[in-house]
């Protein structure tokens, strides 16, 4: 079957004798690893279309089971987001982020359109990188279906009255009430529990039912972010399945000063 179909490069695997293996976000298919052998030694322009990141067009053909790239044509390589490091580290994770989220071959249209609409404005974007990035993290847990309950208690569905806490395996707030009740299990032990301000709440809050480009401005600071971060990245690896990312730099504090790491306020409860 020949089939056509726009994509975005996840990833590019050398193979023997100039052949390539390419993990498409293939619009109409979803994610497939596709052979080819396009990229030869070249810098021709199907050559090009084939470097991670680029949003492009792809001529398929599937036999035996087996996806191969007949043609590649670049629209957007994103080449400005190499430029500055940063953006970088951002873009590359949001892309392995995207890569380990998505199961093989089942379209994903709506998060298609996010990451491109990601690449886009992280192209235009000079400085707070990482908070765009926490946007989109937040968009895409969304998509997924996984978002927290960021409303009332997830586990006593009462509406809290002070901060509480941000409970992982939970899937969202938790009040003081039920933090300090005899009936949590491994109470003081609770490795994801974090504590929530209405600073990070209201941040939390915020995102989720806004187009991305509402954060074109938005510049998150030192503790509230590193607390999304936190947040995010626990989240997504116990109720997606989404973790030990190689790029995770930008969640570990490779962004962040080492004032921030200092005065990290999110330890783990109590
Ligand atoms: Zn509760």
Redesign the pocket.
């Known amino acids: 079957m020949d089939a056509y179909t726009e994509g975005i490069v996840l990833r590019q695997t050398k193979i023997l004798n100039g052949r390539c293996m390419i993990t498409l976000f293939s619009k109409e298919y979803g994610k497939l690893g596709a052979g080819t052998g396009l990229t030869g030694r070249g810098k021709g322009k199907s050559s090009l279309a084939l470097r991670p990141f680029t949003y492009g067009n792809y001529g398929l053909r599937k036999s035996r089971g087996a996806w191969h790239i007949n043609s590649a044509e670049a629209l957007s390589g994103f080449y400005r987001i190499a430029e500055a490091p940063e953006r970088f580290a951002n873009c590359a994770y949001a892309l392995e982020f995207t890569e380990k989220l998505l199961p093989e071959e089942s379209p994903a249209p709506a998060l298609f359109a996010l990451v491109l609409e990601y690449f886009e404005m992280m192209e235009r974007r000079r400085k707070k990188f990482d908070t765009l990035t926490v946007a989109f993290l937040f968009k895409a847990i969304h998509l997924w279906g996984a978002a927290p309950e960021l409303e009332k208690?997830a586990?006593?569905?009462?509406v809290?009255q002070g901060g509480g806490a941000f409970g992982v395996r939970d899937g969202g707030l938790?009040?003081d009430?039920?933090i300090t009740a005899e009936n949590i299990p491994d109470r003081g032990k609770d490795r994801l529990l974090y504590p929530l301000d209405f600073d990070i709440l209201n941040v939390m809050r915020y995102f989720p039912g806004r187009p991305l480009r509402d954060f074109e401005r938005l510049a998150l600071d030192g503790p509230v972010l590193l607390a999304l971060k936190r947040i995010l990245r626990e989240h997504a690896a116990w109720h997606l399945g989404v973790s030990d990312l190689k790029s995770e730099e930008f969640f570990s504090g490779g962004l962040l000063t080492r004032k921030e790491l200092r005065t990290d306020g999110y330890r783990n409860y109590p």
């Open positions: 208690c586990r006593c569905g009462k809290p938790v009040c009430a039920c």
